[in-house]
């Protein structure tokens, strides 16, 4: 395999830096759904519906925050986003180790809705700072990255949250996205490349907010549906067969195959649409659970997994191609906000499909549903590009015997 992709992507001014960055910073986020529902079940001696309402709270919040947050970076710039939203981090942080339920409810929305926006800076910055020809390693790397922090951060909260107690778990996430915030207003990465737009200038959304980028919303939704919907369908079927305690095994597994296919889609010399990225994503997903171990689920996850770390790096690299420099951020939010709400739906899908038919159908429904919601999707655009090119000779013409 041909690595250097790679390595032309990280010999760009500033990039190196700016990925290990965004490792670091991505890895508290991922740390925010566990550990609440660890405090609230285990400190607060309430439910897991409870603790579900608590993460879904501060999923809402993000959901609603993204879009906002990018749309100020485009106009403002990244660092007052982050200036803000570290303090008001901070605050959340430091008071919900001593409220009860329905103060920590309360909480979890503010932070969820002043999120630090991570995601959607950094592949902005990525944006303007690496040259088209060379975003899709770059957003391959992107995407390894983001792997890698959900390998990292969940095992790291319950580790802590199950010998230190949730309280100085909730303490350590709040002091990661604080210095991580802090580290981002310092680095104040670019918004713009310099041959692009200034910051003064504005792009209706009606020039930008159209049949391809709904395109693309709808393939981010249905990749996280589907992955979300998964990750609760292993736990399903590794606690059916009474092997719950490989279930860290199995995901650090599912990533690993995400890391390599993300690997390798870096070093492609085309790119694949992610509208049929995602199609594959489900349909290789829908077999997985009708295999009679969890040594075979395993390896039935390897084909779903590699297109995992694809989809989402080719969706942000059309993302960065269809929308305009000015707008960026807020299309980046507006993406991260498709992410968390298929996020947000998969799972409980997946459960209530475990509830009526066992862990085997919800692989297959998760999978089943995903996929045609992305083939809908690319069928329509399919459609749309078929019409404009009817139409373009027609207008020609017409123009034409004007003259």
């Known amino acids: 395999m041909a690595f250097t992709p790679y390595r032309e992507v990280l010999r760009l001014p500033g990039v190196r830096n700016l990925f290990l960055l965004g490792l670091f910073a991505r890895i508290p986020p991922t740390t925010v759904g566990i550990t609440l529902t660890l405090r609230v079940v285990n400190a ?97 790397l992107d995407s390894m990255a983001v792997e890698l922090s959900f390998m990292i951060g969940p095992a790291v909260a319950v580790a802590l949250a199950t010998t230190a107690g949730t ?73 059916q067969a009474g092997a719950t305690s490989l279930t860290g095994l199995v995901f650090a597994l599912w990533c690993l195959y ?8 870096g070093t492609l010399r085309r790119t694949v ?52 420099a000015q707008s960026r951020g807020e299309a980046m939010g507006l993406f991260s906000a498709a992410m968390t709400a298929g996020t947000s739906l998969g799972a409980p899908f997946a459960g209530f499909v475990v509830d009526q038919a066992g862990a085997r159908g919800s692989f297959a429904a998760a999978g089943a549903v995903g996929a045609a919601a992305a083939l809908a999707a690319y069928a329509a655009a399919q459609r749309r590009s078929r019409a404009l090119a009817t139409a373009e000779p027609a207008l020609e013409a017409g123009l034409s015997r004007r003259g």
């Open 258 to 265: 995400s890391l390599a296919g993300g690997l390798v889609y």
């Open 44 to 140: 607060l001696h309430h439910s897991y519906g409870a603790a579900g309402l608590v993460t879904a709270a501060f999923t809402v919040g993000a959901a609603l925050g993204s879009p906002l947050a990018g749309r100020f970076i485009d106009r403002r710039g990244a660092r007052p986003v982050v200036a803000t939203t570290t303090l008001v981090q901070a605050g959340c942080w430091a008071i919900a180790p001593l409220l009860g339920y329905s103060g920590l409810l309360a909480v979890a929305v503010l932070a969820g809705l002043f999120s630090v926006p991570v995601q959607g800076l950094l592949r902005q910055s990525l944006s303007a700072m690496v040259p088209e020809k060379h975003r899709r390693p770059a957003f391959a």
């Open 167 to 239: 309280g100085p778990a909730i303490a350590v996430i709040g002091a990661g996205v604080t210095v991580c915030g802090v580290l981002l207003i310092v680095m104040n990465p670019p918004v713009r490349a310099d041959h692009e737009a200034g910051a003064g200038d504005a792009v209706p959304r009606r020039a930008w907010v159209g049949p391809p980028l709904i395109a693309i919303l709808i393939a981010g939704c249905a990749a996280t549906f589907i992955l979300s919907g998964a990750d609760l369908s292993i736990v399903a079927t590794l606690r």
């Open 273 to 324: 649409p992610v509208l049929v990225l995602v199609v594959g994503m489900g349909v290789l997903t829908v077999p997985v659970g009708f295999v009679p171990s969890w040594q075979l689920l395993c390896l039935t996850l390897i084909p779903c997994g590699v297109l995992c770390a694809p989809s989402l790096a080719s969706a942000n690299d059309a993302l960065s191609r269809l929308v305009p």
